[in-house]
Structures are given as structure tokens and as C-alpha cells.
């Protein structure tokens, strides 16, 4: 068989880049007036980016367990500082059966450390509750960004070292060197699977001092649902400021690891997703953080970019709802590997090839399990559903909450659910959230229709 032909037999590398807390309207491809990405607005433009993608519970360690395990959150991480079953398959384990390796870089919040206990930046994630790769460099939480502590890149190297600069710069550079390595000796015969996972933008909003001088709070522009009340809006443009200077930065990374992979002669055999485990309210409806279900909490990037020659692929923005427990079958789907079927997840890879036949999900569901008590947080469990043709539906326990029409109503301002012209919408959307309910065996007490 010739090189070429070696090269096309072999599966593409696949590659996970994400973010923590940042919400899906904050790239300059989707329109945000106050913030430049040039490097994942080529992603998009060259690839496949979903204008409805999902953080199906906007919450880190729920997002986290469903993430690497395509499972629902209440089947395996339902709340904030719950650990990941270590038992439980991931999909580590499923690229490895077939042939991969596997490596995971960065912020991981699935051993169940909590806070209260002592800053979990120094605390060792025990080799068992690390997802089963191969390879893992990472800490399992860490709210400062210039006082990043890693651990865990070999069995005689199990104390927590502090990286020497910022957060997402270094454990970029973590990742290019472990990209050369996959191109070197036995290893280059050898696909990989890999996963950068940074805790920017999640606050504190900072960022290198070249990219903070980039924004200030007065000459940003809110989103119309941020209210008039002086409070709301001073903090939102103070914290927003920083929000985007890290957003840009990780552009920048992302940039680097895109220049990377050119360098190193795999562009044409390596797919990128790039998405965030959810968003952030910054000011929108008077809210801030997450574990709320409006858009700028619950949306989040999702892109696909890059596999070369490989795929005849479709590029552009699409309403795809992919949710949290679709990303794992739909990288193994982009890899030519059949997802196990203990993963929960819709395969949506064929939306990325063009003319593949496949199956997109009709709606996300959506979730807050175990609710965190924390402030600026939604301190009661709800569930909820978004749909493929642009409508939302959530519920507290036994009460509608909201009923929004996405496709008039992008910043949700225009509740419907108390609206008996709406009533037969309502009924509808209720019996889809049903039908999640029952087919994921979750249990929550549901409205009467």
C-alpha cells in the first residue's frame, strides 16, 4: 500500500478544545460585537459550527461526567462536587478499544473533591478516577488562573507542580509537546485521541495584561435582555471585560494549536471540536453565573474543523441541538468507530459529511438535577427541552416555568408559559419533556398538562 493510501486507511486523531463558562454567543462569528476570535471564526467557516448546541446541565461536574461518559447526568455526576463513578466506562476506554491513545490535559471536577475540605487545586486525583486515559496531566479544580497546580504525567511525578505562567498558555503548550510526541517513532503509527480542557473564561475574569487592555467596561455592548438597574449593569460590563480578554486568549491558543498541527504534518489527518461545558448569564435577565436554562447559560460553541481530505464535509452554521451526552458518540462517529451501546448519546458525525445518512435528534434535554445552594445559582431542580424547529419548555417541580419561541424571541424575553393562546404549544413541548423524562428513566414530578 503506498503512503498515501497508508495515510487514508489509518483513522483521523481527534482532538477535544474547551472552555469553562463560555457561552455560545461569545465568538465574532456569531455575531458579538465586543469580541474577535479569528482563529475559531475559521474553524467555523471552514467547518461546522451548531448555532443550538446545549450544556444539557449548565453546571461543571454535571456537563463533565455526561461529557466523558455520554450518559445523563443523574445516571452518573448529578450535582456539583459528586465524583464520577470510577467504574463507569468513558470514552477513553472506547477510542483505546479501538486502537487509540489517550490523553487529557487540564481541569477535571469528577473526583468529587469538595472545596470546603481544602483548596482541591492540591489535592492528587488518584490514577483510578482519572477516565481511564492513557496519558493525564490536570488538576481537578483551580479559581486561579495564574496559580495553575498540574499533576499526574507519570507514575513517579504524582505532586502537584505550579505551572509557570498562565492557565490556558501553559497547558496549551502541554498539549503541542504531546502532539509532537504522537509524531515520533512507534507512536506516529498510532491514531490519538486528546482532550484540553482550561478553566477560562470562568471567573475570575483575567487574562494576559496584552489581552485585558484590549477591553473596557464602558464601551461594551450589553445584550438587550440585561435590565436597566445600575447594579446589574455596572458588574456585568466589569466582568464581562475580562470574560472577553480571556476568550480572546484562548482564540489565540487555539490558533497556536491549528499552527501546530500544520507544522507537524497532521492538519490532514486530525479533527477539532471545540465547545464549553456552558455558559454564563453576565447581567442577562438580572442573572449571573449559571444552572439556569436561559440561552446565555445553557448554550454553548460547539465546531467542528479540520479532518482534511478525509471528508467531502458541510461547512456553515446550522440549529443542531447537540447536547453534552452527543459529543462523545459523535467524535467516535467522526472517527469511524461505532459508539458502545452503553453511551446514551445521538451519533450526529453524518451532519459533518456531506450526503452521510443519519439520525438529529429533534430536541436536547435539559436538566438541573441536584441544584448547587450556591448564590447567583437557580437554588431548586428544574427540567426542560429545546427543540430542533426553535421552541423551550422548562419546569420547576409540579409548575410550567417557561415557553419561549426562539426563532421571534432569540433573548427570551417573552415568557409564554402562563399564555392560554399558547396552551396547545405548551401541551406539545410537555409531552416531548415527557418523553425524555420517561426514556432516560429520570424521575421529577411534571405539571399537570
Known amino acids: 500500500m503506498s503512503e498515501q493510501r497508508a495515510a487514508q486507511a489509518r483513522r483521523p486523531n481527534l482532538i477535544w478544545i474547551f472552555g469553562d463558562q463560555h457561552r455560545g454567543q461569545a465568538l465574532s462569528c456569531m455575531g458579538d460585537?465586543?469580541?474577535?476570535?479569528?482563529?475559531?471564526?475559521?474553524?467555523?467557516?471552514?467547518?461546522?459550527?451548531?448555532?443550538?448546541?446545549?450544556?444539557?446541565?449548565?453546571?461543571?461536574?454535571?456537563?463533565?461526567?455526561?461529557?466523558?461518559?455520554?450518559?445523563?447526568?443523574?445516571?452518573?455526576?448529578?450535582?456539583h462536587e459528586f465524583p464520577l463513578p470510577p467504574e463507569m466506562p468513558t470514552v477513553a476506554d472506547a477510542f483505546r478499544?479501538?486502537?487509540?491513545?489517550?490523553?487529557?490535559?487540564?481541569?477535571?471536577?469528577?473526583?468529587?473533591?469538595?472545596?470546603?475540605?481544602?483548596?482541591?487545586?492540591?489535592?492528587?486525583?488518584?490514577?483510578?478516577?482519572?477516565?481511564?486515559?492513557?496519558?493525564?496531566?490536570?488538576?481537578?479544580?483551580?479559581?486561579?488562573?495564574?496559580?495553575?497546580?498540574?499533576?499526574?504525567?507519570?507514575?513517579?511525578?504524582?505532586?502537584?507542580?505550579?505551572?509557570?505562567?498562565?492557565?490556558?498558555?501553559?497547558?496549551?503548550?502541554?498539549?503541542?509537546?504531546?502532539?509532537?510526541?504522537?509524531?515520533?517513532?512507534?507512536?506516529?503509527?498510532?491514531?490519538?485521541?486528546?482532550?484540553?480542557?482550561?478553566?477560562?473564561?470562568?471567573?475570575?475574569?483575567?487574562?494576559?495584561?496584552?489581552?485585558?487592555?484590549?477591553?473596557?467596561?464602558?464601551?461594551l455592548q450589553l445584550r438587550p435582555n440585561v435590565p436597566a438597574v445600575p447594579r446589574i449593569?455596572?458588574?456585568?460590563?466589569?466582568?464581562?471585560?475580562?470574560?472577553?480578554?480571556?476568550?480572546?486568549?484562548?482564540?489565540?491558543?487555539?490558533?497556536?494549536?491549528?499552527?501546530?498541527?500544520?507544522?507537524?504534518?497532521?492538519?490532514?489527518?486530525?479533527?477539532?471540536?471545540?465547545?464549553?461545558?456552558?455558559?454564563?448569564?453576565?447581567?442577562?435577565?438580572?442573572?449571573?453565573?449559571?444552572?439556569?436554562?436561559?440561552?446565555?447559560?445553557?448554550?454553548?460553541?460547539?465546531?467542528?474543523?479540520?479532518?482534511?481530505?478525509?471528508?467531502?464535509?458541510?461547512?456553515?452554521?446550522a440549529p443542531l441541538p447537540v447536547n453534552h451526552v452527543d459529543i462523545a458518540p459523535t467524535s467516535l462517529g467522526l472517527c469511524g468507530i461505532r459508539p458502545p451501546d452503553w453511551m446514551a448519546g445521538a451519533d450526529c458525525s453524518h451532519c459533518y459529511r456531506r450526503g452521510a445518512a443519519g439520525t438529529t435528534p429533534d430536541s436536547a434535554y435539559l436538566q438541573s438535577v441536584v441544584p448547587t445552594g450556591h448564590g447567583q445559582s437557580i437554588d431548586r431542580p428544574w427540567r426542560g427541552v429545546v427543540t430542533a424547529d426553535g421552541w423551550k419548555y422548562v419546569c420547576l417541580e409540579g409548575q410550567p416555568w417557561m415557553l419561549f419561541n426562539l426563532n421571534e424571541d432569540p433573548c427570551e424575553q417573552v415568557n409564554l408559559a402562563y399564555n392560554t393562546a399558547y396552551a396547545a404549544e405548551r401541551r406539545r413541548l410537555q409531552d416531548r419533556l415527557a418523553g425524555w423524562v420517561a426514556d432516560t428513566s429520570d424521575t421529577f414530578a411534571l405539571p399537570e398538562a
Open 233 to 317: 449593569i455596572e458588574r456585568a460590563r466589569r466582568e464581562l471585560a475580562g470574560a472577553y480578554a480571556q476568550i480572546e486568549n484562548l482564540d489565540w491558543n487555539v490558533g497556536r494549536v491549528m499552527a501546530a498541527l500544520t507544522e507537524l504534518g497532521l492538519a490532514d489527518d486530525t479533527i477539532v471540536l471545540f465547545f464549553s461545558d456552558h455558559g454564563d448569564m453576565h447581567g442577562s435577565h438580572g442573572q449571573f453565573r449559571k444552572t439556569s436554562p436561559w440561552a446565555e447559560s445553557v448554550n454553548i460553541p460547539f465546531i467542528i474543523w479540520g479532518g482534511g481530505s478525509r471528508y467531502d464535509h458541510r461547512t456553515g452554521f
Open 97 to 219: 478499544d479501538a486502537g487509540y491513545h489517550t490523553a487529557y490535559f487540564g481541569k477535571w471536577h469528577l473526583a468529587g473533591f469538595k472545596e470546603r475540605e481544602g483548596r482541591t487545586a492540591m489535592r492528587v486525583i488518584p490514577p483510578e478516577r482519572r477516565g481511564h486515559f492513557d496519558h493525564w496531566v490536570g488538576y481537578e479544580n483551580n479559581n486561579a488562573q495564574w496559580d495553575c497546580w498540574v499533576h499526574g504525567d507519570g507514575p513517579g511525578n504524582q505532586t502537584p507542580r505550579r505551572l509557570p505562567g498562565y492557565e490556558t498558555d501553559c497547558l496549551t503548550d502541554l498539549l503541542i509537546d504531546h502532539l509532537r510526541s504522537r509524531t515520533a517513532g512507534e507512536s506516529a503509527a498510532q491514531p490519538f485521541f486528546a482532550a484540553l480542557s482550561v478553566q477560562p473564561p470562568h471567573d475570575p475574569y483575567l487574562a494576559p495584561a496584552e489581552f485585558m487592555a484590549r477591553h473596557t467596561p464602558a464601551s
Open 33 to 79: 460585537p465586543n469580541v474577535s476570535t479569528p482563529n475559531l471564526d475559521r474553524m467555523a467557516g471552514d467547518g461546522l459550527a451548531s448555532t443550538a448546541a446545549v450544556a444539557g446541565f449548565p453546571l461543571c461536574c454535571p456537563f463533565r461526567g455526561s461529557l466523558v461518559t455520554s450518559r445523563y447526568p443523574h445516571q452518573c455526576v448529578p450535582g
